[in-house]
């Protein structure tokens, strides 16, 4: 069951119990004001109160659907930073506020703020680096929402997020690299982030664990020739550097998922 229907229903039934509270207070207004008149008064006052509550206590729920983008461009947003509304639903669910870059194809990546809703257990999951797939309003791109159709990726183990978001997907640099189809990309930016491969995957060898992470945007065409585009933290092997934006880059992407990939250091001249 999908966070938007749960919101939904939230709002059917609130709006049912408040139209059922303005009925029994005309009831109750036009009756003798005895006993029977008590009650409808008391019914009155409990509907209304009920879905008030209902009302506005889970608005938060449409926060956590997004905004409802039916045709939105495919595109990926890498976290940023994570903050805790404070909003639980059925103290198993947490809302979380996302700050993302949003990148969408012939776009430069932009920021945006999201939220989501994740299961008690994974509330770890989310963090700095995860890539979430997005959908955006192609004509107002601060309109962006998660595309539970796609998988998330990450560095760490595969885990379900909960709240109606798919599992988190283990993406590894070496399975793309060996598995991945070869292709020609173009560097949009390149930003050092501060931290090394070990922060974000323990189980790294210790040649690899204090290479750094650096937060890599890059476009690149599949063998359809759709042009795909990629905003994600990568790591940078010692003694390899990455050329100035806008230069050519080698990539490798896996072909069951043109939409993942990572550059090829190896290639590199």
């Known amino acids: ?53 209902f009302f506005f206590a889970f608005g938060s729920l449409f926060q956590a659907a997004g905004p409802n983008i039916k045709n939105g461009v495919q595109g990926t947003a890498e976290v940023t930073s994570v903050q805790d509304t404070g909003t639980t639903i059925n103290d198993t669910v947490a809302l979380f506020r996302v700050q993302a870059n949003v990148t969408i194809p012939g776009v430069a990546p932009f920021p945006a703020s999201l939220v989501l809703p994740i299961g008690r257990t994974q509330w770890g999951v989310l963090q700095p680096g995860v890539v979430l797939p997005v959908l955006v309003d192609p004509n107002d791109h601060s309109k962006v929402a998660y ?32 598995r991945g ?39 690149w065409a599949g063998a359809d020739g759709q042009q795909q585009t ?14 100035p934006p806008g230069s050519q880059v080698p990539v490798r992407y896996l072909p069951e998922e043109p939409s993942v990939a990572t550059i090829d250091w190896s290639a590199m001249s």
């Open 230 to 243: 990629m905003n994600a933290m990568i790591r940078v092997p010692d003694g390899s550097t990455l050329p």
């Open 181 to 219: 189809i070869a292709a020609t990309g173009t560097l949009y930016s390149a930003t050092p982030t501060g931290l090394t491969a070990a922060h974000v995957n323990q189980g790294l060898p210790a040649d690899q664990a204090d290479d750094p992470l650096l937060q890599v945007s890059f476009g």
């Open 147 to 178: 595309d539970d159709t796609r998988s998330t990726q990450t560095a760490g183990a595969g885990m379900a997020m909960g709240g109606g978001t798919p599992p988190i997907q283990k993406r590894s640099m070496a399975d793309i690299l060996e």
């Open 1 to 53: 069951m999908s966070i938007r229907f749960i919101a939904i229903l939230v709002r059917v039934i609130s709006l049912g119990l408040i139209v059922g509270g303005l009925v029994a207070g005309v009831l109750w207004l036009m009756s003798d004001k005895g006993l029977d008149g008590l009650g409808l008064g008391i019914t009155a006052g409990t509907l209304l109160f009920m879905g008030v509550i």
